[in-house]
């Protein structure tokens, strides 16, 4: 059990850290082949975010673990609004642009309740709704190249040696992969000695590893005095998962939806009314919707021990 335990931790650690260098490699390299700083960001940077839910969520639909492939970003967005966002702002308020009350969180909201509703279909994602999400994602990527160059910032970027970049993504890509195996065979294994589902280890355990690189980002910017950056991030990363992640996935391979997830999703879908009605008002999120926020997500962590 203990070694079970390791491997699930060895798993993140590599996600984490192989999506890290692998960002870092691919980035310098586009940088040295002339392609602009904007699509760097808004592609091979954004992305990077979204890859350990991408690796763990195409593992775990390979290897026919369902409940972890749903229940991993399903998870992950509820984790990252309610947890998150809602210890973020415990810290300080936290300032959110209009353009991402006015579109991104409803498109979020939005894109959730297609979910839902593909899931509600025939019980699975299959390869025309990946499609879908797919058409739905170079879309949200045109609105993002759009509304980054209205506003485009150049950032000093550091000089890596090209050897360095390639070593990069090479290490990084075999992190990852091995990663997302360790995590998914890691929380099979420890679902099946307590007796748990996969669902319920991929909505907890699972979610929360993957969401690691966002809960570091979001809490050190809020301490530094940089949390404006926390909900855009937050939002896209959301977007991203489903968009990119079940999309991919779906492409690959049908992905099974159990009947329990539209219970997820919905909540899902509520934690994007909170943190759009929260932050509506005064275009920031304050300390007293970051309490209700984790209240919610207490009262969903008992809802999924006691199912």
Known sequence: MIQQIIILLVGFIF???GA???????ASIARKMGIPQLIIGLTIVAMGTSMPEAAVSITAAM???????IGNVVGSNILNIFIILGITALITNVKIQKSTIRYEIPFMIFITIILM?????????????????WILFIAYLVYLFIMAKNSET???????????CLLFILLGGILVVKGSDFAVSGASAIARYFGMSERFIGLTIVAFGTSLPELVTSVTAAK??????AIGNIVGSNIFNILFVIGTTSLICSVPFESKFMIDSMIAVIAGLVLWFGTMKHQELRKPCGI??????????MYLCLM
């Not at 530094?224 to 950056?229: E, F, K, L, S, Y």
């Open 117 to 133: 509703i593909f899931g509600m279909t025939d019980m699975k994602i299959n390869f025309i709704e990946g499609v879908f999400l």
């Open 154 to 164: 150049q950032e000093e970027e550091k000089d890596i040696p090209v050897w360095k």
């Open 20 to 26: 890290d260098w692998f960002v870092d490699g691919a």
């Open 292 to 301: 209700i926020m984790l209240l919610c997500y207490g009262l969903y962590f």
């Open 63 to 69: 290897q026919q673990n369902a409940g972890i492939t």
């Open 15 to 17: 996600l984490v850290k």
């Open 224 to 229: 530094r005095g940089n949390a404006g950056i």
